[in-house]
């Protein structure tokens, strides 16, 4: 069964800290996305990533695809970056179907 | 750019009441997506057209029709409302239905039935 796993659910962390969401995966995928839901509700996707590593920004994104694991980052982070974080998986058997994860509410103090 | 849009935003049913939710997309995608968000799950893809003039079920279509009217629109129509349809409707697009494509998404429809 195609599943994502995200952890922890929720995180508090204080102005600066660096921040880590990990993510993982119960078989095969084509690509992971990384999206961010702010409190108003709308979805932005962050990154696509089938392999290594991709950065914007503050935002860093790993991917470790034996292990079927992803990680995503935040250094230095701000109460801005306040927002609930979604990973989804591109299943290699999915029918062009994107399997999101519960979501991580992240809460910056600052 | 206006990006997605959905109308309206915020409603309230009646149980078996029909109503249409509307998605328009400005950026020339191929393909658009419903999707349901409700607490605790992760967002569930109900509907999907991959191009213009083809439709597929999703994970939870029971309960809902969809319509690619052009290349722009992607609308959802629930027939006879339910309690169990109460929740967060957003619509998404991407230029392809292949994993290395961001979904843009609408900000969402609130649905309430009571």
């Known amino acids: 069964k195609n599943e994502v796993e995200q952890s922890p659910q929720n995180l508090t962390a204080q102005e600066g800290e660096f921040i880590t969401i990990n993510c993982s995966y119960s078989?095969?995928?084509?690509?992971l996305h990384w999206l961010q839901q702010h409190p108003g509700g709308g979805i932005v996707s962050l990154f696509m990533?089938?392999?290594g590593k991709k950065k914007h920004g503050r935002l860093i994104a790993t991917i470790n695809i034996q292990e079927k694991h992803s990680s995503l980052h935040i250094t230095a982070s701000h109460p801005r970056d306040s927002a609930v974080y979604i990973c989804?998986?591109?299943?290699?058997?999915?029918?062009?179907?994107?399997?999101f994860g519960k979501g991580t509410l992240l809460t910056v103090n600052p | 750019n206006a990006g997605v849009t959905q109308t309206p935003k915020f409603q309230v049913l009646k149980t078996g009441q029909s109503m249409t939710l509307q998605c328009a997309q400005d950026?020339?995608?191929?393909?658009m997506y419903w999707y349901r968000q409700d607490p605790g799950m992760g967002l569930r893809l109900i509907y999907y057209?991959?191009?213009?003039?083809?439709?597929d079920k999703g994970e939870v279509p029971n309960g809902y029709n969809v319509s690619r009217l052009n290349k722009r629109e992607f609308s959802l129509r629930l027939e006879s409302a339910a309690p169990s349809q109460t929740s967060v409707y957003f619509c998404?697009?991407?230029?392809?239905?292949?994993?290395?494509?961001?979904?843009?998404f609408g900000d969402g429809t609130r649905l309430s039935i009571l």
């Open positions: 950026m020339n995608h191929n393909s």
């Open positions: 990533l089938s392999s």
């Open positions: 989804a998986a591109w299943f290699e058997d999915s029918n062009y179907k994107l399997t």
């Open positions: 998404a697009s991407s230029e392809a239905s292949i994993s290395n494509q961001p979904q843009h």
């Open positions: 078989v095969g995928i084509s690509a």
């Open positions: 057209s991959a191009s213009e003039g083809t439709t």
